[in-house]
């Protein structure tokens, strides 16, 4: 297969790659609304520390089965029906949960939203990897947690508009509605955008030739490969399905270790430490987090906005180097600055001081925490945000990728649902002991990498599912070097 593709071509599957990633902006949105309204639903509904945590936890439940059950309904039926399945579900979340009369009808529609942002996060990264030329796959498979970011953006901005021209989240806006509740039903926009996308893009080749209709891939090829070896590219996959086929006789997923490849093992590893950093009570928690510390509603809703744009600048820095200096380099940055940062965190928060029964940073520690929160921000956008979503979209098997990519989802949507729900009880007993606990698995993750994940830079998919856990031998490290030749 040929490695250079024309400006023209490049346009194209760059086109196909952004509309594939419009779910992850779903994902990004729908998961961080929350933020702006947790306060007001705490108020609202007279919540403890503990159900608010659940309420704001809940749509990661869904997530966990939808990401499951996201690689079946993709291998049964395809990437884009799975899509648009998604963007019905986006669509009745954010309705329901706009529309909520109470915590308990609140979590139901979150449930639901959850099962769309599961499916989502596996369909988005699993399809742009199938329709990217190796050249480019790295960069557009990267653009899945762009539009993660941006959609973290959105939903914070908006929540940030409804806030203050409301006065309050708490207070009515439009049609006698509270502005908490206009921040979920703003999320009905995008999911209309996404449904509408979906159906005009094209199956993934890789899904076609699963499925045998290779009339149909060759015309797929034809749009966004034509500079390719079309027939070549077909071979490889049929060759690759094959292969994984006869390897999994005995269960497509099933391993000597523990009941899992130990491929499989690595992406739910990596998926669970991007978890387990705390990256996600940032932008869940971030507003009443930095209240908490002496910020007004009013500052604290415009901090969250301004970290999320550092998210979305920083993504940037991760889509131009993923492909020059590799997966594993950019990983290791990331876990030394995410570690670095949530130790600054945990000093600062040692310092505080209880007023009025809450914390308070004094003197300069406060400018500390929020500089120190920036930075951590700026490592895990950077690395492990868009790099995992590579990652789990290159190590799988063919066969599998989709069932594959949905386990490792589903963990890091249950590690996830452990920290958000962990959070509020956590951070009222100790927010140094809950940023010290972030930090350590930061460190963790450091040498997992290290010693655990392979690098596929520059590989083609086939090329990059023959590769196993590196064991820091010779024999390995050949194996490698000689794939990529």
Known sequence: MSNSTSPKTNLKVVG???AGAVGGFLFGFDSSVVNGAVDAVRQQFNLSATLIGFAVASALIGCAIGAYMAGRIADRWGRIPAMIIGAVLFLA???GAGLAIGVWDLVLWRVIG??????????APAYIAEISPRKLRGRL???QQLAITVGIFAALLSDTLFANAAGLASSQFWFGLEAWRWMFLAGAVPAVVYGVIAMRLPESPRFLVLKDRKDDVRKIFARIWPDDDVERAIRDMEEAIQVDAEGSKKGALRGNRFG???IVWIGIILSVFQQFVGIN???YYSTTLWKAVGFQ??????ISVITSVTNILVTFVAIFLVDRVGRKPILLFGSVGMTVSLGVMALAFSQAEIVKGAPSLPGGWGPLALIAANVFVVSFGASWGP???VLLGEIFPTRIRARALGIGAAAQWIANFLVTISFPPLASFSLVFTYGMYAFFAALSFFFVWKVVPETNGMSLEEANTLLPPKGSAKSENKIAGTRS
């Open 141 to 143: 498979a990267s653009l």
């Open 297 to 302: 509603e009013r500052d604290s809703f415009t």
């Open 281 to 283: 009570v940032i932008f």
């Open 16 to 18: 196909l790659a952004v």
């Open 114 to 123: 959850g099962l769309g942002i599961g499916m989502a996060s596996v369909i």
């Open 387 to 389: 790099i995992v979503w």
């Open 260 to 262: 899992l490849k130990p």
């Open 93 to 95: 979340s954010a309705i």
